[in-house]
């Protein structure tokens, strides 16, 4: 009895997170015939496919609409991003976890904290800089404005990762006669790669994710990002192409879902570091 | 308070015989001790006691009751403390022990009296505010076994409590420990892989090692009468000596035990008594102050004398009483008394009446 | 081997040195804008040019006036609290599933965290989809089912539009918060556990006696972070409303950005994201008293 309360109540909260994503792949390949039934009309089915799966919307969605653009645009602003990030962010985190001592953990903490900073206050500020800067309406802007969203939480998760990193094997490098810089240089990479993994996956997924910096410093279609273009101009004149549109959506998300699986467990060790003791 | 009978008990995982066909008569209000090392399957055994593992096979009655099914822990009648104590974090001493009472639904009132009342008995009143985080290890034990007594069990369980005691508070917390349960007369099996511990505790010890029972015996038995050379050499410190002889008088392949108290020069030991007397080549004397080891080999009469294998180290425990001097590197006659010697088979390790 | 410490040893100089980057970067283009925002809450500067002038508490008194702003106040916090409230429940329920052992676990966890997964902006354009007034998917499995009779205007009802935004909101979220869950569940020692059953609690007493208030630090960083991901959150209400219908599900973000950054006041746009500041607040106060308690050893 209670294994198939259980079973239904992971079924439930199965559907309940994925129905949305079901709905996804079934709009993208309906026929727009089969897909443009009005809800009222109780005796047309619309979780199933009614008439043959088509892929007009996909052609679409990949022949006539920026959505290319924006997929390279995306990964031209991923690339760069991740280099800041792992560049500015493991060597701060080493830095605060390895040499800083006791207000290491205070100012990691401190920076960490400016992560907690919305986007959506800081945007009015950004825009004036932006403008300052002539980078207004291009990957510039974003390129430059990501690594403040990225550079104090991965400062933090490397903070995180080292504390589990047994100090005594850089000591005993010391001892074996590297100094401290070539500890860093040629010791602690080594240790460190699935602490930078963590980094480049994490950033990965934020700019992936990013709206708000996008929306406005971004009006150009063809410079949009696929988190920013798809929601906003996959519209011909009025029409939204739900078809394209769920397309689109669902190609972006399946590949960041495959990552998220895989990375989850470290991402919440670095949530619950603060908190939580071991 | 109720006697523990358990029959042909096993505990499979996959592959591993974690416990593998054990039987066990325990008297109602006796101390059991369940001693072995990691891997003996002591623990295994306790948790299926206490209905933490669920039996592959076997039987196990409480009182007289079947509980190897799906009987649950709280309706065993026993209770329970964990190497760890166990103590619940985010509740103070007095929730600690009350949280058993109030499982039980024992009206309000009740529970302050019963709690008050254990809390006495261990001396632990004015720690009743306080929280785990807050008490020192021996304090933190007594508060676990204290909300283990509260709920009136028919039987305790202990799993190597004093493990994560400091050396020194070891000995008094062993001597409280029994004290205690010679008041309350309660069945308590309790698990330890410290053979001293076992022998100051039990009122029986029961010798495992990978699963299977040894022996089962008093203290005195399983040191002086060992049934095989695993116990031999896991009851005592240092272990029992043994040594492969080539003596007609005895059955080939036999291997003759003596246990390092009992190895002594030969001057030393009682004159009139009929002894076995060895050539001992002596590498090194250890002082402890209240004892001498000396470790060395015997060397065989008319063999050539060849370096000495490692595991022939034989040791002698000389009290500080006797005060002979022994050079290292020389070789003395020693002797252990006859009736000290036990005998072995050298292939099965089991023991050989002669 | 050198007997002097050379500037390769200096760890103060190599700390520094490491960290200046990172230190330069968040207080240049976090620390500085973050004071500029509050500075530009005073003035009357607009994105059109690179004028500034003072206008003293000009802007906040206009907002304070303006009931699209305390609508878009009260939004805010009717959807932050209503979302995590609903997000506590489902995440404790969700992870008691997700504790146990049963078979598609692997394929149901994938599919749990696909919310969390997904862009903010993707889901939000899913979920308008999923509550086109014509079209909705969910008025005709409700239809169907018999429970709808007359129709729902989700989008289009102000009432129904910030119900609708909690639902997104939560379902977004409450993936991350049931992980964390788990993640808290599995620290606590067994051994704990194990005494409580033996103690006699059943398993109701155990969830809420012993294993929830152990995990008091664990779902207090959850809901902090779910206040923060939704109460500065403006895709989901953007997408789905534009704040609309006739600004009345505009929540702060959505309303500083369209004053501030559609509308060019960046005066007025930078004292509406102002009254975000509190909620955080109180999350960074939260936080820090949290670590505080860790270290000193809730154990």
Known sequence: MKRVALYLAALGFTVFAGFPFYWMLITAFKRNSDLYVGASVTSHIPWIFNEPPTLEHVT??????????????????????????????????????????????????????????????????????????????????????????????????????????????EEQAMIDGYSRLGVILRVAPRLIVPGILTVVVFTFTLVLQEFVYALTFISSVGKMTVSLGVPIALVRGDVYHWGALMAAALFTSIPLAIVYNAFMDRFIHGFTMGAVKG | ??????????????????????????????????????????????????????????????????????????????????????????????????????????????????????????????????????????????????????????????????????????????????????????????????????????????????????????????????????????????????????????????????????????????????????????????????????????VESGAPPAPPAPDATLIAKLPATITVVIPEGETHEFAVARRALRYFDAETGLRRKL | MTGRRTLADREDVLGAAMLAPALAYVTLLVGVPFVFAIVLSFSDATAGSLHFGWAGLRNYAAILGDPIFLRALRNSAVVTVGSQVLVVVLATAAAQVFRATFRGKRFARFVLLLPWAVPVSLAAIAWTWIFDSTFSVINWTLKAAGLLHGWLYWLGDPALALFAIIIVQAWRIFPFATVIVLAGLASIPQEIVEAAIVDGAGFWRRLFRIELPLLLPIFAVAVLFGVVYTATDLGVVYILTGGGPANTTHVLPTLAFQRGILGADLGQGAAIAVFLLPFLLVVAVAMLRLARRAEVGAR
């Open chain 2, 1 to 298: 308070m109720a006697g523990i009978e358990i029959r042909s008990l096993r505990k499979h995982f996959g592959d591993l015989h974690a416990v593998d066909g054990v039987d066990l008569s325990i008297r109602d209000g006796e101390f059991l001790v369940l001693l072995g090392s990691s891997g003996s399957g002591k623990t295994t055994l306790l948790r299926m006691i206490a209905g933490l593992e669920r039996p592959t096979s076997g039987e196990i009655r409480i009182g007289g009751e079947r509980v190897d099914g799906d009987v649950p822990p709280r309706a065993r009648g026993i209770a329970m403390v964990f190497q760890s104590y166990a103590l619940y974090p985010h509740r103070t001493v007095f929730q600690n022990i009350a949280f058993p009472l109030e499982a039980s639904h024992v009206p309000r009132k009740q529970i302050e009296e019963k709690v008050r009342w254990a809390a006495e008995m261990f001396s632990i009143s004015r720690y009743m505010d306080r929280y785990p985080r807050q008490l020192s290890g021996g304090e933190r034990q007594r508060v676990a076994l204290c909300r283990a007594l509260v709920r009136d069990p028919k039987v305790f369980l202990l799993d190597e409590p004093l493990a994560n005691l400091d050396a020194k508070l070891r000995n008094t917390a062993r001597d409280d420990l029994k004290r205690f349960q010679r008041r309350i007369q309660t069945t308590t099996v309790y698990v330890t892989h410290d053979q001293v511990e076992a022998m100051g505790l039990g009122d029986r010890i029961v010798v495992m090692e990978r699963g299977k029972v040894r022996q089962i015996g008093t203290p005195q038995e399983v040191y002086e009468d060992p049934v095989d050379t695993f116990v031999a050499t896991f009851v005592g410190q240092p272990p029992m000596n043994l040594l492969e002889v080539r003596d007609p008088s005895l059955p080939p392949r036999t291997l003759l035990g003596f246990r390092p108290e009992h190895f002594l020069p030969k001057g030393v030991v009682t004159a009139g008594e009929e002894t076995r007397t060895f050539r001992f080549a002596v590498r090194r004397v250890e002082y402890l102050g209240s004892d001498r080891y000396v470790y060395g080999s015997v």
């Open chain 1, 60 to 169: 679409l969605l990949l022949g006539q609409t920026d959505f290319p653009r924006w997929v390279l645009n995306t990964l031209l602003v991923v690339v760069a991003v991740v280099v800041i990030t792992v560049a500015v962010a493991v060597p701060a985190g080493y830095s605060l976890a390895r040499l800083a001592g006791r207000w290491g953990e205070r100012l990691g903490m401190g920076i960490f904290f400016t992560y907690l900073i919305p986007p959506t206050l800081l945007f009015v500020p950004f825009a004036r800089l932006v403008s300052l800067l002539g980078l207004q309406d291009s990957l510039g802007a974003l390129i430059l404005i990501y690594p403040t969203m990225t550079i104090p939480f991965c400062t933090w998760l490397v903070m995180g990762f080292l504390r589990s990193v047994p100090w005594e094997i």
